[in-house]
């Protein structure tokens, strides 16, 4: 028997045969939804974002309410960390309260996990993303995404193009499908944006988009993530979309039918164009949807042991 998910900080909480169980529970969830409405009823969740988002944390509102549970959202503007409270004494203050699960965003890494470990016995603590670290429900729907798309895992050949080194999606998803046994991950960008640690383990490494594109039908691109870059040049929007970007001339370079993912927020023109960003291509407004079936699944996981 599984042993129960008790948190998800990081991909590697979860063994191999966990994640499939996850995966293969939010794609029942695509298909009939409202066979899993209100399975959680009177259960609470609580947001708790240091950081902007729009995608993950609508989402977990949306897959909890689905279930039935009780949403808090707290940001960190408005909160009482405005007034000098740590994210310590600020998660004591929640749990005080009996959240079931408690979905933490914050710029520090690791801090998801230091909350895990002390949580009481009962609360489920989700990384909603840690600094450069981790994502690793992001990683859930671009996996569900992906495998929704190929019959033959072993078979993907994927492109994640962009700024790799600042990316907690990039490093999350190369953990996960390299876990779940994907063909091949190729990694490509600026050099001052490809990491130096060992997130590159297991993948092959391009200088150039437009050799890292042939042969591939998958292509995930990522945005410069400007708000962690200190001391590197950010390139102007129009040069880096002339040596980095997304356009329907690049895409032809690729396997016919290849599908193109961005995790968001997409700068348009930047790292892709609108033409593709918009085409039949395009899997992002999947991903979106995805989001909503892979958290519910997920919520649905780490609070089976209490149900």
């Known amino acids: 028997m599984t042993e129960p998910l008790n948190h998800f900080t990081d991909v590697s909480d979860a063994s191999r045969t966990q994640l499939e169980q996850l995966l293969e529970l939010a794609h029942q969830i695509s298909l009939d939804i409202r066979a899993f409405e209100n399975t959680r009823t009177g259960r609470m969740l609580v947001n708790l974002?240091?950081?902007?988002?729009?995608?993950?944390?609508?989402s977990f509102e949306a897959a909890a309410k689905r279930l039935g549970m009780h949403v808090i959202n707290i940001s960190a503007i408005g909160s009482s960390v405005e007034k000098g409270e740590t994210l310590l004494d600020t998660f004591y203050t929640i749990q005080a309260m009996g959240p079931d699960c408690l979905v933490v965003r914050h710029p520090e890494e690791g801090n998801a996990t230091k909350l895990a470990e002390i949580a009481e016995p009962g609360i489920h603590v989700i990384n909603a993303g840690d600094g450069t670290a981790a994502h690793p429900s992001q990683a859930l729907l671009d996996t569900l995404t992906l495998?929704?798309?190929?019959?033959?895992f072993s078979k993907v050949c994927l492109?994640?193009?962009?700024?790799i080194r600042h990316s907690r999606v990039a490093r999350s998803d190369i953990k996960m499908l390299k876990t779940l046994g994907i063909g091949e991950i190729r990694l490509v960008g600026p050099p001052e944006f490809m990491p130096g640690d060992g997130t590159t383990d297991g993948t092959t490494v391009f200088t150039s988009l437009d050799d890292a594109i042939q042969g591939a039908?998958?292509?995930m691109m990522l945005r410069i993530q400007k708000?962690?870059?200190?001391g590197l040049h950010i390139p102007d929007a129009d040069e880096y979309h002339r040596e980095?970007?997304?356009t329907a001339d690049r895409l032809n370079l690729a396997e016919p039918g290849c599908h193109v993912l961005h995790p968001g927020p997409m700068n348009r023109g930047v790292e892709i164009a609108s033409g593709v960003a918009d085409g039949s291509h395009s899997r992002i407004r999947r991903q979106v949807r995805n989001?909503?079936?892979a958290r519910m699944a997920l919520l649905l996981t780490l609070t089976r042991a209490q149900a």
């Open 217 to 219: 039908n998958a292509i």
């Open 159 to 163: 492109v994640m193009a962009g700024d």
């Open 291 to 293: 989001g909503l079936y």
């Open 147 to 152: 495998k929704q798309s190929f019959d033959d």
């Open 49 to 58: 974002f240091y950081e902007a988002s729009t995608r993950t944390r609508v």
């Open 227 to 230: 708000e962690r870059i200190s």
């Open 244 to 246: 980095w970007g997304l």
